[in-house]
């Protein structure tokens, strides 16, 4: 079966560091993009990050960029959030999401919870 | 960023009666290669997300053909044209053409 699967989410402090894993199977990995998504609690969806098949280009939200990274390692099929100076608006939902043509975003996963809280 | 808003937020509706979801961007989503970058997700509850339409008419593999999507520029529709009860939860539409990917505030379809 086609499918990514997160996991890595944590409660963890204000000003902590995380990191989240994304494990495809099923599929081609390095022909297609991942992305990450979150969902705060009764929220909506809000794009996170991207990387291409190759891992040679990243792009990021604003509200991430410079705290969080992400990678990947196409040898063990699994993309990486390095997240790091949390905040509480970092809270929600981590879903990892595939893409083809970097637009079609059709493969989700079922998500990991971050929560950032002292 | 390119802000997505939807209307209506609520959608009451009858098993068997029509809906439909309008979709706004604050730019046109017309890409170079002349489609629109316009996507249409489907969250039921306690579920991810699944794509229902991507470049605004393009069912995904598996949807069925009640749902279609249509627009162009800035103003977007899903439509469905008989609602089923395996329908209802929170639709969601994306524009794909810009960094940042921005998500519309999503519409809640329940059964009446």
């Known amino acids: 079966e086609v499918q990514v699967v997160e996991t890595g989410g944590d409660l963890v402090q204000p000003g902590g560091s995380l990191r989240l894993s994304c494990a495809a199977s099923e599929f081609t990995f390095t022909s297609y993009w991942i992305h990450w998504v979150r969902q705060a609690p009764g929220k909506g969806l809000v794009w996170v990050a991207r990387?291409?098949?190759?891992?040679?280009?990243?792009n990021y939200a604003d509200s991430v960029k410079d705290r969080f990274t992400i990678s990947r390692d196409n040898a063990k099929n699994t993309v990486y959030l390095q997240m790091s100076g949390l905040r509480a608006e970092d809270t929600a939902l981590y879903y990892c999401?595939?893409?083809?043509?970097?637009?079609?975003?059709?493969?989700w996963g079922q998500g990991t919870t971050v929560t950032v809280s002292s | 960023d390119i802000v997505m808003t939807q209307s209506p937020l609520s959608l009451p509706v009858t098993p068997g009666e029509p809906a439909s979801i309008s979709c706004r961007s604050s730019q046109s989503l017309l890409h170079n290669s002349g489609s629109h970058n316009l996507n249409w997700y489907l969250q039921k509850p306690g579920q991810s997300p699944q794509l229902l339409i991507v470049?605004?008419?393009t069912r995904a593999s598996g949807v069925p053909d009640r749902f279609s999507g249509s627009g162009s520029g800035t103003d977007f529709t899903l439509k469905i044209s008989r609602v089923e009860a395996e329908d209802v939860g929170v639709y969601f539409c994306?524009?794909?053409?810009?960094?940042?990917?921005?998500f519309g505030p999503g519409t809640k379809v329940d059964v009446k």
């Open positions: 999401v595939r893409s083809f043509h970097y637009y079609d975003m059709d493969v």
């Open positions: 990387i291409d098949g190759a891992g040679t280009v990243a």
């Open positions: 994306m524009q794909a053409l810009q960094i940042p990917f921005t």
């Open positions: 470049l605004t008419s």
